[in-house]
């Protein structure tokens, strides 16, 4: 686990944890000033940010695989800039857009991990779903020993760790440069990429559709 929360905070992995949803978008905001093209957006440029290249590809990857499934044209950060750059490397605001709007892209879409933090919780064990001390009416009488007490502490229950992951994704105009959609949301015990992606890239869609935005973006099959 330690492993994993390392790599997570250079780049990003994730997953699926128990019965309820790993990803969960806990809040997005539409900017009100946003004017929508007359056509549909066509073309999206997809940025993750993050540091671990392998990682990064791989969520690029995913986005764009789910966006051209919704038959978006898609240009990948990747794809221009060299993977290695670092701040002093990244250009101009005015060159950056130039490159960028020279793809033909519409949009940008950016996932950033804004913060990592873990919570350890004690769970009670199944077996004991009442609390009473441990001999309470038994061979012993009373309250029993405490060797007898000693030995059933260990089947009580036991501390876990559970990590939080909060992320941003964001939707910016090419054209105007502006801020047009931003939601933030919580993957919680990342370790499987793959279920990760999938549970993130519904919850975003799904937050996109709630707000208005998706029907910006047209499916294969006009839906």
């Not at 793959?194 to 499916?219: H, V």
């Amino acid at each position: 686990m330690k492993k994993l929360a390392t790599s997570i905070v250079l780049g990003f992995a994730f997953l699926l944890v128990g019965c309820g949803p790993s990803t969960v978008v806990t809040g997005s905001w539409k900017n009100p000033a946003h004017v929508k093209k007359a056509e549909p957006y066509k073309h999206i440029f997809i940025a993750a940010m993050l540091s671990d290249v392998g990682i990064r590809t791989q969520l690029e990857d995913a986005i764009a695989q789910k966006a051209n499934s919704r038959g978006l044209i898609v240009t990948k950060s990747l794809d221009i800039f060299p993977p290695m750059m670092t701040k002093k490397d990244i250009p101009s605001e005015e060159k950056l857009m130039e490159i960028i709007k020279g793809t033909n892209s519409d949009l940008i879409l950016t996932v950033a991990v804004k913060s990592i933090k873990e919570e350890t919780r004690y769970v009670q064990s199944t077996a004991t779903p009442m609390y009473s001390p441990y001999g309470y009416g038994g061979a012993y009488g009373g309250y029993g020993g405490f060797y007898g007490y000693y030995g059933n502490s260990y089947n009580q229950g036991y501390y876990t760790t559970d990590q939080f992951v909060f992320l941003e994704t964001n939707l910016y105009d090419v054209e105007t440069g502006a801020l047009a959609w931003s939601a933030q949301s919580t993957s919680t015990n990342p370790s499987d990429f793959r279920t990760f992606s999938r549970e993130y890239l519904y919850a975003i869609l799904d937050r996109l559709k709630k707000d208005g935005l998706l029907r910006d973006i047209p499916t294969k099959s006009g839906k």
